[in-house]
């Protein structure tokens, strides 16, 4: 038998491949990270696209906003941000009137030890940081609603700030096609309701938005951006481990969409044909469900009708401590949860959107879960089927889609676009 393993955190798993099954490893492709990482965030930060230097823009403010994404994502903030500070003080903006939102979403806060690691000691020191909390009114301003009637709650920092922009990587992603530009405003620093509303208009209207570009989610994430006045990002595109290969900084819809060219590239991989059989790591979005859950979407991509799909998931912190109910309306027919939202009897639009999407997922497909955070009476809750090994899912699936399946291997499902 031949062997394969998976990321599992920062370990790997391994597991034997049953005769007769054929197997395709898809992993993201080989790009050399930047020999200095400081040195192209300096370039791109010298070379804004579409709009004019940093230093330029920032010269007539008097306070600056950055917005960074969290520990759920790899971006090198700790790299990135002095740069910017330092043009930010170049241009006038003192340490003192700089602070960092950090774009939660509806993520659990970091706590002051993630802080520091993902942030670094000096970016600690120099300025203020602060958790966005998508449930805290006090944090929050309304600010009306899109063309599309999309309610905008946003946190009113932004409202405070003279100088905004934005800094996080560029990953497939099925909510609105790729992370990165607007995301980092919604549903980075928004209320509840906003998000709900992007991530419902995201599930239903397709299975997965993962690798669309333009897209009626993104359109509304732009519109949210405009409306508060967010329009500079820097964006990165990383490795496979996370290492910076080049940055993209300016326009928050231009610079991103030329970081998508490049993500693509890097993220984008060719398969054959689809699947019987799907294995695929969650790395790295290891920490809760709500961050695994995005490995659903690389494996439906290549994935045929009817097959299954073995996710591999350390999930430490469970199924989401920033949406603990989710459990009580999980693993329902998807037009149940779909009616329960409309009703109001799920409060929790976002976990009910997520909840919706991976409804969809069971429906079509046998979804197994090998993990160490998610035991069997969670797993069912979700709809799932818990393994304790990946040996032991992988021979109930062969039984069940036959011993001459073909099979496809996700190393790094959770930041991949597998195409055919």
């Not at 706590?111 to 000691?121: C, L, M, R």
């Not at 419902?200 to 299975?207: D, E």
């Not at 481990?241 to 928050?252: E, T, V």
Request: charged share 25%.
């Amino acid at each position: 038998m031949k062997k394969l393993s998976v990321k599992y955190g920062r370990d790997h798993l391994f597991f034997d491949i049953p005769a007769g099954v054929t197997v395709e490893v898809l992993s993201p492709n080989n790009y050399s990270p930047a020999a200095d990482a400081i040195a192209e965030i300096n370039r791109a930060l010298d070379n804004p696209i579409n709009c004019d230097t940093l230093e330029n823009l920032a010269m007539l403010c008097s306070n600056a906003l950055i917005i960074a994404d969290d520990n759920t994502r790899l971006t090198p903030a700790k790299d990135i941000i002095p740069p910017v500070l330092d043009r930010l003080n170049a241009a006038g903006i003192d340490d003192g009137s700089i602070s960092i939102l950090i774009a939660l979403g509806t993520h659990r806060p970091m706590t002051e030890d993630e802080i520091v690691e993902k942030f670094g000691a000096e970016v600690v020191n120099r300025v203020k940081i602060i958790n966005h909390d998508f449930n805290d009114p006090k944090q929050l301003c309304d600010m009306g609603v899109t063309e599309n009637g999309t309610p905008i709650s946003v946190n009113k920092l932004l409202l405070e700030h003279d100088f905004i922009v934005g800094i996080g990587s560029i990953v497939p992603h099925h909510i609105p096609g790729f992370s990165g530009g607007a995301k980092i405003i919604q549903p980075g620093v928004c209320g509840a309701e906003t998000t709900a509303k992007t991530h419902l208009l995201s599930v239903r209207l397709r299975h997965s938005m993962l690798g669309i570009v333009e897209n009626e989610v993104r359109s509304e994430m732009e519109l949210i951006a405009k409306k508060v006045n967010a329009r500079y990002v820097f964006n990165a595109v990383l490795d496979d481990n996370g290492d910076l290969i080049k940055g993209f900084f300016g326009d928050i819809e231009t610079a991103f969409r030329e970081g998508v060219k490049l993500s693509r590239e890097v993220y984008g991989v060719k398969a054959f044909k689809k699947a019987d059989i799907v294995i695929a790591s969650s790395y790295p979005c290891d920490i809760e469900f709500w961050q695994a859950h995005k490995t659903l979407y690389a494996c439906e991509a290549v994935l045929r009708d009817n097959g299954t799909m073995i996710i591999v998931t350390p999930c430490p912190e469970g199924v989401s401590a920033a949406h603990p109910d989710i459990l009580s309306f999980t693993g329902q027919r998807p037009e149940d949860i779909d009616e329960q939202i409309k009703l109001g009897i799920i409060k929790d639009e976002v976990a009910g959107a997520l909840a919706l999407a991976w409804a969809n997922i069971c429906r079509r497909f046998k979804v197994c879960i090998v993990s160490g955070g998610i035991d069997r009476e969670t797993a069912e809750k979700l709809g799932f089927t818990h393994y304790p090994t990946i040996d032991t899912a992988l021979k109930d699936a062969v039984s069940r889609q036959g011993s001459e399946a073909d099979m496809i291997v996700l190393p790094s499902g959770g930041d991949i676009l597998p195409v055919i």
